[in-house]
């Protein structure tokens, strides 16, 4: 020990961020693997026959499963998902009630990407007024972020929110409805739908858990390079004052 003397901050510095380093390297890599697993669960699903709008309010697990509609969109109450971009344009996504027929449930329909320009100018959709058939899939977010949005029961229609929550929409317009939003594949009265399933990829994940991991091995490093300096420095004083004292 005599030739390693790092000093006691670096050491309560080390101490301190380098297990918070690694878990955020471990953390990345778990995500990583999560997103791995819900594309391929999203994939196999996307290839699935899609079921009965019937049978969907008695799935278990709904995520990214096909479903066939037939109703019509609720013009009254549209919401305005902001801060959406495609191919470097800013826009919204335009979400509505649709009440299926064949089940009587609500739900609530994405029916793609718009592009907003300008802001002092309101954002231009139609709705069709006639019964639709539709096939959608159910989106179920991989994980909840903290948002700021308005309240359904407060603002009026179109709303412009930056998180969708189905169930409190709902609860605000005193309907029974579904709990998931529901993207539309491309069709009558569908705009841009061009779905990313996650918006940063098991790649990206990966990545990050690479600079996660230098950052600790360069901590650890410099940690180490100081305390064999300091010994050494020390070391060499020491034997500059014990010549002095001779």
Known sequence: MKRFRPGIVPSLVVALLLPLLVSLGFWQLNRGAEKSALLDSYAERRLAEPMASTALQHTEDPAFRRVVLRGQFDAAHSLLLDNRQRDGKVGVELLQPFQDQASGQWLLVNRGWLPWPDRRIPAQFTTPGEVLNLTAWVYVAPGATFQLHADPATTTWPQLVTAVEPAKLWAALERDGFPYELRAEP???I???????VAMGPEKHIAYAVQW???SIALLGLFIYLGWHNAKEKHHG?????????
């Open 191 to 197: 705009y841009q739908a061009d779905w990313p399933v």
């Open 187 to 189: 069709g009558p009265g």
């Open 238 to 246: 020491s034997g500059h004052e014990s010549t002095q004292h001779v």
């Open 213 to 215: 991991f230098a950052m």
